[in-house]
């Protein structure tokens, strides 16, 4: 079965791809044909085996959250009507940060959709016009996500609600000026659980930027104020926009044996110690030059 799904998704791939694909070395191996799963309740696993998208459903529609490559799409599409959801029941789509391998597909999955597509101040300018912003420290080594006509913008903190559904944005810069972390509760029965999709705190650079030079970087402070967040937030269940950086197939095979092996109200603090010691060491390695 999964031999098939993996051709279907191959085959489908040139009907949804955009006319070139992503460049990157890793895009190959991070568009990897996944399976889609149920997370804990209400909420899926969608995306690629590299690249996180989460769908979130509810009978009066649907949240997805992130949307991987540009040449993602298919295997996304695939994924929510193998789980027995519609891509049109989809009415909000919201992003971690904009670079192609997570905010690449949103375009894309809109049109397939119709949904609303809503993110903070900073992402919502760079997604509608197209351009990846010279205050982003990848800036000149990775390739644009395709534009989004209109994006509504939010504030921190702010609560979105589809049905059911109430979503929350967390402003959690470093990686990019406008990550945004996002929480919700799922439920199964009479157990509701607290889920964190936490964007990426990794300090990830093009060559020559320094995160220490703040009239490069004047975000590169709010590190800590995303570290802070991910320590408070309640969190029963992490994931990450890359799933490796939450252990999640690991976490995810351990789950036959032990039903609650996604379940780690540790793993939001954890996630946030070893960024902070990694930018540590970053910008110790800066001061050294």
């Known amino acids: 079965m999964r031999r098939l799904l993996i051709l279907l998704l191959l085959l489908a791939a040139p009907l949804f791809a955009g ?3 992503s460049s990157c070395t890793q895009c190959a191996a991070w568009n990897t044909p996944e399976r889609g799963f149920r997370i804990y309740g209400n909420s899926y696993y969608v995306g690629t085996h590299g690249l996180s998208a989460i769908l979130i459903t509810s009978d009066q529609g649907h949240v997805l959250i992130d949307a991987a490559l540009p040449e993602s799409v298919p295997h996304i599409v695939a994924n929510i009507k193998a789980l ?3 891509v049109e029941d989809i009415k909000l789509i919201v992003n971690s940060h904009i670079h192609f391998d997570h905010g690449g597909g949103i375009a894309k999955l809109q049109k397939l959709s119709g949904a609303r597509v809503a993110a903070l101040p900073w992402s919502a ?5 197209g351009l990846l912003p010279k205050d982003d420290p990848q800036f000149g080594t990775i390739v644009p996500s395709p534009r989004i006509a209109h994006v509504e913008r939010l504030h921190d903190g702010q609560t979105l609600r589809v049905g059911a559904i109430a979503v929350t944005a967390h402003f ?3 990686h990019t000026p406008g990550g945004t972390s996002w929480t919700w509760q799922s439920c199964e029965s009479a157990r509701c659980l607290q889920l964190v999709y936490a964007d990426s705190v990794s300090a990830v650079s093009a060559d020559g ?3 220490s030079d703040r009239a490069q970087y004047r975000h590169g402070e709010d590190f800590e ?6 320590e408070s937030a309640p969190c ?3 994931i990450t926009p890359h799933p490796e950086a939450s252990d999640l197939w690991k976490r995810l095979d351990q789950r036959a044996v032990k039903p609650d092996a996604l379940v780690d109200p540790a793993a939001c603090r954890s ?3 070893n960024a902070r010691e990694r930018l540590k060491q970053r910008l110790a390695a800066e001061s050294a030059k």
Not at 125 to 129: F, H, L, T
Not at 225 to 230: A, I, K, P, Q, R
């Open 19 to 21: 006319k070139q694909p």
């Open 172 to 174: 959690t810069p470093g």
């Open 225 to 230: 104020g995303s570290f802070s967040f991910l």
């Open 209 to 211: 930027f320094r995160y």
């Open 271 to 273: 996630l946030a110690e």
């Open 125 to 129: 300018d760079a997604m509608q016009k």
């Open 84 to 86: 027995g959801f519609r």
């Open 236 to 238: 029963d269940i992490l």
